[in-house]
């Protein structure tokens, strides 16, 4: 079907980024895997091509377009090229928005340049070791001293966590508040006492992606370093999750289309019993409903950012097509791999990382039980 959801500019613009994925990036990518990081120097050459901070006004050195559309272009040609450890979307898709619409102007002036220069580069610390779904768990806190914080605690499971300059903590900042409320964001930049990186976490997928476990240790968090309002993080939170999800259906969209392309042309090569496997009644079947299926969700997926870019696109559309694109995902990935026989199973080949890559999509940026819980209680459940 037609893809009417881009323009020129963002064709043009696309050009540009596949060039870039296929000359800096899908060479390095397999050493990145072996490595379990990506050099930082790629995210210096990404600001350079003015791959981060799309919508960062153009006086602190980013593209000054608000259009969701650019984001998604960034997130499907990684996805193109297999580079999932590449942490831009979530610097871009996930991090921006709390730069921008909850950072002062001083902040603004001190972050976003090298936030769109790849020379800073951000996390956001939620998770716990005892509390990821139920952020009312969370222990990490912090405490007045003077104009400032004293931040203590740990974080787990955070992406970009060993490259990270920047990281938005939620911290506890209200002893006495109950359940989510009494969180802030504090801004902890490298280099502040008291602030260690653990292990880079040794994952099924995503190889080439640091993720990390966080500790602070009676961390001076200066008052400038506050994020938005005192006391309302959980807000701040929930305002900014339906571009999180968005982007994670974005990316889960584009995975289904690369592993549909890899497995079709495998099906039409692979030949068994004397004809090419996609040949078998069954097996052509299986692709015609996977097709089928991802041309739905293509279809929707664009609805889904003309509403964002809209600013009609609400907490429980995001949920739907975060459980929803991410289960197809999964789905598609592994009846592309068994297509592949004993081959798709062989990490040589790019449906099995592709595979592995995918398992996660149902995990992070809320758990799918969790979408499915805030659906519900959309419906009045
Ligand atoms: C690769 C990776 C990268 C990540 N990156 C980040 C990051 O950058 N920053 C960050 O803060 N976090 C990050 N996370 C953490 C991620 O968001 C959490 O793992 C996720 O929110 C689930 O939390 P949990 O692991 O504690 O599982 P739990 O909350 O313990 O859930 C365990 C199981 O119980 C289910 N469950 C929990 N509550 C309910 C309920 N009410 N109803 C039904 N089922 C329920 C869950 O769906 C899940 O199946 C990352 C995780 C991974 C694996």
Redesign the pocket.
């Known amino acids: 079907m037609e893809r009417n959801l881009y323009e020129s500019e963002h064709a043009a613009f696309r050009g540009s980024v596949r060039t870039f994925m296929d000359r800096q990036v899908a060479p390095r990518h397999a050493d990145w895997e072996k490595a379990g990081i990506v050099d930082r120097d790629v995210w210096v050459e990404a600001g350079k091509q003015g791959l981060l901070g799309f919508d960062v006004p153009e006086e602190y050195g980013g593209g000054g377009t608000r259009d969701f559309r650019y984001n998604a272009v960034l997130d499907e040609e990684i996805i193109r090229v297999g580079a999932t450890g590449l942490g831009f979307g979530?610097h871009n898709d996930?991090i921006a928005p709390y730069l921008l619409d909850l950072g002062t102007d001083e902040q603004k002036q001190r972050w976003l340049p090298g936030f769109c220069s790849g020379e800073l580069i951000s996390?956001?610390?939620?998770?716990?070791?005892?509390?990821?779904?139920?952020l009312q768990g969370l222990t990490t806190h912090a405490r007045r001293d003077g104009e400032g914080w004293v931040l203590s605690g740990s974080?787990?499971?955070?992406?970009?966590?060993i490259n990270a300059d920047l990281v938005i903590v939620?911290a506890k900042t209200d002893p006495e508040a109950e359940g989510a409320r009494g969180l802030s964001l504090l801004v902890v930049e490298r280099g502040m006492a008291g602030f260690e990186r653990g292990r880079n976490?040794e994952?099924i997928?995503?190889k080439a992606?640091d993720?990390a476990e966080l500790f602070f240790d009676e961390v001076r968090v200066p008052a400038h370093n506050l994020l938005g309002e005192e006391n309302r993080g959980f807000v701040h939170l929930m305002e900014r999750l339906p571009q999180e999800r968005l982007s994670i259906a974005v990316a889960a969209v584009a995975a289904c289309e690369r592993m549909l392309e890899i497995t079709l042309e495998y099906a039409k090569g692979r030949t068994a019993f004397g004809r090419p496997i996609g040949r078998f009644q069954h097996n052509r079947f299986v692709l015609a409903e996977l097709a089928t299926e991802t041309n739905v969700a293509r279809t929707y997926l664009n609805e889904c950012i003309r509403q964002h870019n809209q600013r009609t696109f609400t907490v429980s559309d995001a949920a739907m097509a975060k459980w929803w694109t991410t289960d197809l995902q999964n789905k598609v990935a592994d009846a592309c791999l068994q297509l592949h026989g004993g081959y798709g199973y062989m990490t040589e080949y790019p449906i099995s990382r592709a595979w592995l890559d995918s398992r996660?999509q149902a995990?992070?940026?809320?758990?799918?039980?969790?979408m499915?819980?805030i659906v519900g209680r959309g419906l009045g459940l």
């Open positions: 979530l996930i996390a956001i610390a939620m998770s716990e070791p005892a509390a990821g779904s139920d974080k787990t499971f955070i992406s970009n966590g939620v976490l994952k997928g995503l992606q993720t996660v995990i992070y940026g809320g758990t799918n039980e969790i499915k819980e």
